[in-house]
């Protein structure tokens, strides 16, 4: 039986559904997330306008029984099934007068534990000790993602645009939108609620207006086994 946020995953290439946490499931991972906050590791990035946690389900293990909720556990079996594990995590903290935007963009990587030259797979890119690969593209056709966000996030302070269907489309580059034909969507999310997403969906983020603070835990997920010894690298059974 196909549900009805399958359906928005499959045709437009996401979708929201709220009150998956609890305002007590919120506070606890916001106060988890604050505690870790001025650690020195690589992973972690702080400038005026991001604080960014790269890795974050590695690097703070407590938040997997915060985060996989029965909620959640129930929303991924039902729509992806059971074959999936953990592929990336990232942690973002948009501060109140932050001036950090992005421009529309396809997620076309992968994070992988050690780089592997292999026919399919490129170019590669390494930030922070991570390593980073565009896969072939029934890889990224298959995988998904679940934004977790802790504020509420709006048009004022940075809720994702989308173009939907684009995921459809396959290697979009950004430089061909033509904006006055497609129809540009912002995927307002409620605090304690998700937004799934494909990765191939073209999005961006804006600038904040409205002095209003956006924290979002994003995690991918993949049920693919890559070729040749490449490994994921924050591989993780949920």
């Known amino acids: 039986m196909t549900t009805d946020l399958q359906k928005n995953i499959d045709q437009l290439g996401f979708a929201v559904a709220e009150n998956i946490y609890s305002e007590d499931e919120i506070t606890a ?6 505690n870790q906050a001025n650690r020195p590791d690589a992973t972690f990035r702080k400038t005026n306008d991001l604080f960014a946690i790269r890795q974050v389900i590695k690097e703070i293990p407590e938040l997997m029984p915060l985060l996989f909720n ?8 039902e729509n992806f099934g059971d074959d999936y594990l953990i592929a990336k995590s990232i942690y ?6 932050s001036n950090w935007f992005v ?9 992988v ?6 026919e399919g797979f490129g170019p590669w890119t390494v930030k922070q000790n991570q390593f980073a690969v565009q896969p072939p593209l029934n890889i990224l056709e298959k995988n998904f993602t679940i934004r977790i966000h802790l504020d509420d996030t709006n048009e004022q302070n940075g809720a994702l645009r989308v173009l939907p269907a ?3 489309k396959g290697i979009y580059r950004p430089e ?8 540009e969507t912002t995927c307002c999310v409620k605090q304690g609620g998700i937004m799934i997403m494909k990765p191939l969906l073209m999005h961006a983020s804006s ?5 209003m603070r956006r924290r979002v835990i994003h995690i991918e997920f993949s049920n693919a086994n890559l070729p040749e010894g490449l490994e994921w690298s924050e591989k993780s059974l949920i």
Request: glycine share 0%; with cysteine; proline share 2%.
């Open 29 to 34: 991972l916001k106060n988890m997330l604050a």
């Open 70 to 77: 029965d909620c959640l556990h129930r929303i991924i079996r």
């Open 92 to 97: 973002f903290d948009k501060p109140a007068n």
């Open 103 to 111: 421009a529309y963009h396809q997620d076309l990587t992968i994070s």
């Open 113 to 118: 534990a050690k780089r592997i030259n292999i």
């Open 166 to 168: 684009s995921h459809l």
């Open 176 to 183: 061909t939108i033509n904006l006055k034909e497609e129809k």
């Open 207 to 211: 600038r904040t207006t409205n002095a």
